[in-house]
Nanobody, 131 residues
Framework: EVQLVESGGGLVQAGGSLRLSCATSGFTFDEYAIGWFRQAPGKEREGVSCISPSDGRAFYQDSVKGRFTISSDNANDMVYLQMNSMKPEDTDVYYC????????????????????????WGQGAQVTVST
């Protein structure tokens, strides 16, 4: 059974940093794609960043480029999202997602946006950025 557990959310002032962690289990980590999404109440879930642990290929949504960094720890089946220079508009619930197709990252790079058709989702972590 695929399990994804997010941690590291919280409250931070604008300009500050947070690191989200996603602990994964139940699948062969480096054969999957792992992504981070976020969603505000009443809005659609949007892709923030994704990574292919097998080769480190990564994608970032334009609004977070240069501020957020996704990384994977393949020895421990973990994915991280380091968020720097945070803005109030980064306030959302952040979700970790996994999919058995490793091509999500290539697709996102080609289209400039992440699709939302992923197999499995975590429970979400609240991130709040105050002014």
């Amino acid at each position: 059974e695929v399990q994804l557990v997010e941690s590291g959310g919280g409250l931070v002032q604008a300009g500050g940093s947070l690191r989200l962690s996603c602990a994964t289990s139940g699948f062969t980590f480096d054969e999957y794609a792992i992504g981070w999404f976020r969603q505000a109440p009443g809005k659609e879930r949007e892709g923030v960043s994704c990574i292919s642990p097998s080769d480190g290929r990564a994608f970032y949504q334009d609004s977070v480029k240069g501020r957020f960094t996704i990384s994977s720890d393949n020895a421990n089946d973990m994915v991280y999202l380091q968020m720097n220079s945070m803005k109030p508009e980064d306030t959302d619930v952040y979700y970790c997602a996994s999919d058995s197709s490793p091509y999500h990252v290539r697709m996102a790079q080609g289209m400039g946006v992440m699709d939302r058709d992923w197999d499995s989702w975590g429970q979400g972590a609240q991130v709040t950025v105050s002014t």
